[in-house]
């Protein structure tokens, strides 16, 4: 069974400061990892897509970073603001010949405070 | 370009009640999903849609859950008769997919705000 773990379920943290939100995922056939920023009230946004050969993409003060061996993601939140503060959903794309399908994780609640 | 719309934002039901969500997808894009996030989890895929075609559903409790897309553009979700976990969010996705190859993996879904349903 596909699955998406993603950990910690909530943190919280200073303004200005940098965290690091972890996924790892057991999805075959892999075709690619997506993180995704959801407002509260909104639907979730991508920030960042890669593909099985990329271990790493930025996307402004987001950085995701991709090891297909062990099968782990990370997203790197740098110089935090209080904008940030929404759940991560990390999603894993598989593609089985005729379709793809999406395997989301539960999400990473970030507060960011002052 | 404009967004994913979705209506009502907000919808409170009793059990056994009937309810319908609607949702406008970008225009142009082919490919439309419903999804169920339940609070504290992911989004779990209900139905996808290419053009007015059902690609997959599933997912779909289709004993009480029942989706259609008019003429391949809007599309309605509707739940007979509601159940007390069937409390969730209800987002809508669209995306200019438009075949099943290897590339259907990468295309980017554009996600709406999503209808809050709470079943007391």
């Known amino acids: 069974k596909n699955q998406v773990e993603q950990s910690p379920q909530s943190l919280i943290i200073l303004e200005g400061k940098n965290c690091t939100l972890q996924?790892?995922?057991?999805?075959?056939?892999?075709?690619?990892l997506r993180w995704y920023k959801q407002d509260t009230g909104r639907g979730p946004v991508s920030l960042t897509i890669m593909t099985f050969s990329e271990n790493t993409k930025s996307n402004g003060r987001y950085t995701a970073t991709l090891d297909a061996d062990t099968k782990q993601s990370s997203l790197h939140i740098t110089a935090s603001q209080l904008s940030d503060s929404a759940s991560y959903i990390c999603?894993?794309?598989?593609?089985?010949?005729?379709?793809?399908?999406?395997?989301f994780g539960t999400g990473t609640r970030l507060q960011v405070t002052l | 370009e404009a967004g994913v719309a979705q209506s009502p934002r907000y919808k409170i039901i009793e059990k056994r009640q009937s309810v319908a969500f609607w949702c406008n997808p970008i225009?142009?894009?082919?490919?439309l999903y419903w999804y169920q996030q339940i609070l504290g989890q992911g989004p779990k895929l209900l139905i996808q849609f290419q053009n007015n075609g059902v690609v997959d559903d599933s997912q779909l409790p289709k004993d009480r859950f029942s989706a259609e897309r008019l003429k391949g553009v809007d599309s309605t979700l509707k739940i007979q008769p509601a159940k007390l976990e069937d409390s969730a969010v209800y987002l809508c996705?669209?995306?200019?997919?438009?075949?099943?190859?290897?590339?259907?993996?990468?295309?980017?879904?554009?996600f709406g705000p999503g209808t809050r349903l709470t079943v007391l």
């Open positions: 996705a669209s995306s200019s997919l438009t075949s099943g190859g290897p590339e259907s993996s990468y295309n980017e879904q554009f």
């Open positions: 996924c790892n995922y057991t999805v075959s056939p892999f075709s690619n």
């Open positions: 225009s142009g894009h082919a490919t």
């Open positions: 999603v894993v794309s598989a593609f089985s010949g005729t379709a793809s399908k999406l395997t």
